[in-house]
C-alpha cells in the first residue's frame, strides 16, 4: 500500500502532521496503514486524531506478541474513544437547545423529556441516561470547557467529566465553580474517576461557600424507586440523608440478624437453608418491618390490612392448576410459575381473559362492565408496561393513538402509557401510527425518528404438537359427524358444545 503526501492540501482529519511522525515516508508504506504495532507508541506522542481510527483497525492485536505494545493500543482506543464521546456531548448539546427553544405553550415543560427520548433513541440508551448525557454536555459548554477541552484531546475520559458535572451540580458561584475546574483538572489528568470524586468532594468543601442550601437541595431529591431485574426479582431503592439511611439499614440489619437467628444462622445455611443466608434474611425483615411480622420459627406472616394492593398477576389455567409450569406474569414481569401461584393464592376476586391460542395475544375482556371500564381493563391487561419503546415504567394511563373523537374508543386505537410518556406525546412531541389490536404500532417522534412497537402476547403461544394421524382402518370406524360436531371442533380438547361453558367462570378459590 502506498501513501500520497497531501499535506498541502485540505484534510478533514486535521492540522498537518497529526496523527504522523517525521519519520516516517509517506511515499512508502507506513506503520500507521501497514498496521505495525510499533506506531502505537509514536501516535500516543501526538495529539489525539482521526487517524488514530486508521491504525486501530489495520493493528491485528492476536498477532501482537508483546504485552507492552497491547498497552499501547489501549491507550490509543481510549483517547480515541474519549474525542468521540466529545463529539457525541457537543451534538447532544446543540440538539437540546434548538430542540427545546423558549415557548409560552402550556406543555412546554415537556419539550425537555422529548429531547430526552429522542436523544436516547439515536444513542441507543435509557431515557435517564440521554438525560444525564444532555446535562453534562450542556455543562462542559457552559461551565467546564477546559474539561471538556481535555476530553477531546483524549488525556482525560468521558468519566471524569461525569463525576466533576454530579458532584458540583449544587454549586452556582461561576467564580467557584471555574476555581474548582482548574484545580480539579490539574489532577484529573493523573486520576481515576473515583479518585478524582473523593477529590472533588475536599475541593467543595474548600471553597463552597453555602454548603447548607447545597445539602437542603440535596435532601429534596430523596426518593423511593423500583425495577424489575428478572427471574420473578425486583430491586428496590431509597435515596435519602446519609444519617437516615444508615440508621435505616442498622435497624434492618439488627432485624435480620434476629431472624437469621430463628432460621438456624450459620449451620443451617451449611445445611443447605438458603433461606438462613444473611443477605435473605434482611431481605424478609424489611418486608416483615413493612408488610406484617415474623412468626416463631421465622415464617414471614404478612397482614392483609397492610398488603392491600392490585396486583395483576396473568397465567394460563393450566399453569394456574400446576398441570404444568407455563409463562406467568406479574405486572407484565415474567416470573416464576410457583411464585405466580402463590401470589394468586391471595387473590380476592379473578377475571377472564381470552388470548388468541395461537400466539398468546389478548382477544377479548369479560364483558361484565360496562365498555369503557372494560375497555380499559383490556388495554392496561394487553400493555402492563408502557407502550413507548424503551420505557419500563408501569402503563397506567390509556392513551388514543389517534386522539378522540377523530380516533375510536375500541382495542386497535387505544394503548396503555405511563403518565411522562403520555403528556408528552399530548404536547405534540411524538405520534403514534399504525396502531394495531394486538397492541403493536409506530412510534413516531417528533424529529422523524420511528421505531416498532412489537406486540406483546399475554401469554406465551401454547407448544405445537403434531396432529396424529388416524389409519383409514380406524377412521372407517368412525360413526358419521352428529349435528354438533362443528362445536366440539371450535373448542380445542372439546368432548360438545358445552365443553367451555364452565371455563368462562374463573375459581372461587385456587385449584390447588
Request: proline letters at 7%; hydrophobic letters at 40%; aromatic letters at 4%.
Amino acid at each position: 500500500m502506498t501513501a500520497v503526501d497531501d499535506r498541502g492540501t485540505t484534510s478533514s482529519f486535521g492540522p498537518v502532521g497529526v496523527g504522523f511522525h517525521p519519520d516516517w515516508d509517506v511515499h512508502d508504506p507506513i506503520a500507521w496503514l501497514t498496521g505495525d504495532p510499533g506506531a502505537l507508541l509514536v501516535v500516543l506522542d501526538q495529539p489525539v486524531d482521526a487517524t488514530d481510527l486508521i491504525l486501530l483497525e489495520q493493528v491485528d492485536v492476536e498477532a501482537i506478541t508483546e504485552p507492552a505494545e497491547l498497552i499501547d493500543y489501549l491507550s490509543v482506543a481510549t483517547r480515541l474513544e474519549a474525542r468521540l464521546a466529545s463529539l457525541r456531548l457537543a451534538a447532544e448539546a446543540a440538539f437540546a437547545v434548538k430542540a427545546c427553544p423558549d415557548s409560552t405553550s402550556a406543555h412546554a415543560s415537556y419539550a425537555d423529556a422529548a429531547a430526552e427520548q429522542e436523544v436516547a433513541y439515536a444513542t441507543h440508551n435509557s431515557v435517564y441516561a440521554a438525560s444525564k448525557e444532555i446535562d453534562r454536555a450542556r455543562a462542559l459548554k457552559e461551565l467546564f470547557p477546559g474539561f471538556g477541552a481535555a476530553m477531546a484531546a483524549g488525556e482525560i475520559t468521558e468519566r471524569h467529566c461525569a463525576v466533576l458535572v454530579d458532584q458540583t451540580r449544587y454549586l452556582t458561584d461561576p467564580e467557584v465553580l471555574a476555581t474548582i475546574e482548574t484545580q480539579a483538572l490539574e489532577k484529573a489528568r493523573t486520576l481515576t474517576a473515583s479518585e478524582l470524586r473523593k477529590f472533588l468532594d475536599k475541593l467543595i468543601a474548600r471553597h463552597d461557600p453555602d454548603a447548607t442550601v447545597r445539602a437542603h437541595k440535596a435532601v429534596a431529591t430523596r426518593d423511593v424507586y423500583r425495577q424489575p431485574i428478572g427471574d420473578g426479582m425486583a430491586f428496590l431503592g431509597v435515596t435519602h440523608q446519609a444519617p437516615v439511611i444508615d440508621a435505616v439499614f442498622d435497624a434492618i440489619a439488627a432485624a435480620g440478624k434476629a431472624l437469621r437467628a430463628q432460621r438456624g444462622g450459620a449451620e443451617a445455611l451449611r445445611a443447605g437453608n438458603e433461606d438462613a443466608a444473611s443477605g435473605a434474611c434482611r431481605a424478609d425483615a424489611l418486608a416483615a418491618l413493612v408488610l406484617g411480622d415474623r412468626g416463631e420459627d421465622g415464617t414471614l406472616v404478612y397482614e392483609s390490612s397492610r398488603t392491600q394492593t392490585e396486583l395483576h398477576v396473568v397465567m394460563d389455567l393450566d399453569t394456574l392448576r400446576g398441570e404444568r409450569d407455563g409463562l406467568a406474569l406479574l405486572n407484565g414481569t415474567p416470573i416464576p410459575a410457583q411464585i405466580a401461584r402463590e401470589v394468586a393464592g391471595g387473590a380476592e376476586f379473578w377475571r377472564r381473559l381470552v388470548v388468541d391460542p395461537v400466539d398468546g395475544h389478548l382477544l377479548d375482556y369479560g364483558t361484565r362492565q360496562y365498555l369503557p371500564a372494560a375497555l380499559r381493563e383490556h388495554v392496561l391487561h394487553r400493555d402492563p408496561v408502557c407502550r413507548r419503546p424503551g420505557c419500563t415504567r408501569r402503563a397506567q394511563e390509556m392513551d388514543h393513538a389517534l386522539p378522540f373523537p377523530e380516533g375510536a374508543s375500541d382495542t386497535a386505537n387505544c394503548g396503555g402509557l405511563c403518565s411522562r410518556c403520555h403528556q408528552v406525546k399530548t404536547a405534540g412531541h411524538a405520534t403514534i401510527e399504525d396502531s394495531a389490536p394486538d397492541g403493536s404500532g409506530t412510534w413516531v417522534t417528533r424529529w422523524r425518528q420511528r421505531i416498532r412497537i412489537p406486540a406483546q402476547p399475554v401469554l406465551e403461544p401454547p407448544p405445537r404438537t403434531a396432529s396424529p394421524v388416524v389409519p383409514p382402518a380406524a377412521a372407517s370406524d368412525v360413526g358419521p359427524p352428529g349435528p354438533h360436531a362443528d362445536d366440539a371442533a371450535a373448542e380445542p380438547g372439546g368432548d360438545g358444545p358445552d365443553c367451555g361453558a364452565t371455563r368462562d367462570d374463573p375459581p372461587e378459590r385456587p385449584p390447588f
